[in-house]
T-cell receptor, first 114, second 115 residues
Framework: AQSVTQLGSHVSVSEGALVLLRCNYS??????LFWYVQYPNQGLQLLLK??????LVKGINGFEAEFKKSETSFHLTKPSAHMSDAAEYFC????????????FGAGTRLFVKA | DAGVIQSPRHEVTEMGQEVTLRCKPI?????LFWYRQTMMRGLELLIY????????DSGMPEDRFSAKMPNASFSTLKIQPSEPRDSAVYFC?????????????FGPGTRLTVT
């Protein structure tokens, strides 16, 4: 069965600093991987997804993530944090063995300090 | 193009009352999902439909919860009777088709408070 673990429920960075949000997955077959962002009082929206094409995936708002099979990781990065990046970020995994269900991680709340 | 529409946005009710949450998926999307989000349990999948047919309801907490999708443009999640522990934000999401590589589009959620 697939699963996803997000390391760190809270991450705090200064404005302009590197953002690194960690995600590790477990899947018995090649997975599809997603990062979603949730702003306060809103639903989740897709940042980026990996579907077995390029291992480095670029998303919206300057975010990108790299699929590393050997490490079973899909960490999310952004070179320079902006105040507007403050939100909760969810890593998610799905594969064809799970009945097409998507499993979401517990989420990481990103704080950006001025 | 309108996104996923949920109503009401906020619902406050007393324990024992029936609650009905509504969802209109994005036109043309064939899969619909209901989630519940709480601080303690995070985001939980309750049930999902493909082509209006319930595929997996293993996440529905108990018989007090029921969901229907009478047509491609409307779904309901009903709680009867409601209890304080049902207080949460309920999200509806839709996807273009059933498939692992397809992202989900979430509605703004319904914040339910049961007193």
């Amino acid at each position: 069965a697939q699963s996803v673990t997000q390391l760190g429920s809270h991450v705090s960075v200064s404005e302009g600093a590197l953002v690194l949000l960690r995600c590790n997955y477990s899947s018995s077959v090649p997975p599809y991987l997603f990062w979603y962002v949730q702003y306060p009082n809103q639903g989740l929206q897709l940042l980026l997804k990996y579907t077995s094409a390029a291992t480095l995936v670029k998303g919206i708002n300057g975010f990108e993530a790299e699929f590393k099979k050997s490490e079973t990781s899909f960490h999310l990065t952004k070179p320079s944090a902006h105040m507007s990046d403050a939100a909760e970020y969810f890593c998610a995994v799905s594969d064809n063995t799970g009945g097409f269900k998507t499993i979401f991680g517990a989420g990481t709340r990103l704080f950006v300090k001025a | 193009d309108a996104g996923v529409i949920q109503s009401p946005r906020h619902e406050v009710t007393e324990m024992g009352q029936e609650v009905t949450l509504r969802c209109k998926p994005i036109s043309g999307h064939n899969s619909l999902f209901w989630y519940r989000q709480t601080m303690m349990r995070g985001l939980e999948l309750l049930i999902y439909f493909n082509n209006n047919v319930p595929i997996d309801d293993s996440g529905m907490p108990e018989d007090r919860f029921s969901a229907k999708m009478p047509n491609a443009s409307f779904s309901t999640l009903k709680i009867q009777p409601s209890e304080p522990r049902d207080s949460a934000v309920y999200f509806c999401a839709s996807s273009t088709r059933q498939g692992s590589s397809y992202e989900q589009y979430f509605g703004p959620g319904t914040r339910l408070t049961v007193t």
